[in-house]
């Protein structure tokens, strides 16, 4: 059974810096795509970032720039770098990861909160 376990989540002043980790443990082999979406109060659950284990990565228009996706493949861990963070990325980060099978998994969610 796959479980992803996510770290990094909190509260930061606008400006500041968050690292979201994800790691994806009872997998024998690479996860072939990884990233994140993240779920505002009262909003659907978008998509910030990805990763496939080639290294291509895609970002969603309001983020580039500022955060960065990156992946350990040989821990199956994806990283976001979240900078110049502003109130309006305030949301449940949610962790994914997609297998050669096309079966995706999700982590639990890491609040972050960017507020004065």
């Known amino acids: 059974q796959v479980e992803l376990v996510e770290s990094g989540g909190g509260m930061v002043q606008p400006g500041g810096s968050l690292r979201l980790s994800c790691a994806a443990s009872?997998?024998?082999?690479?996860?072939?795509?990884m990233g994140w979406y993240r779920q505002a109060p009262g909003k659907q659950r978008v998509l910030v970032a990805g990763?496939?284990?080639?290294?291509?990565?895609g970002y969603t228009e309001s983020v580039k720039g500022r955060f960065s996706i990156s992946r350990d493949n040989a821990r199956n861990t994806v990283y976001l770098q979240m900078n110049s963070l502003q109130p309006e990325d305030t949301a449940v980060y949610y962790c994914?990861?997609?297998?050669?099978?096309?079966?995706?998994?999700w982590g639990k969610g890491s609040p972050v909160t960017v507020s004065p």
């Open positions: 990763m496939n284990k080639l290294g291509s990565a």
């Open positions: 009872g997998s024998t082999s690479i996860m072939y795509d």
């Open positions: 994914y990861a997609d297998s050669d099978t096309q079966i995706r998994y």
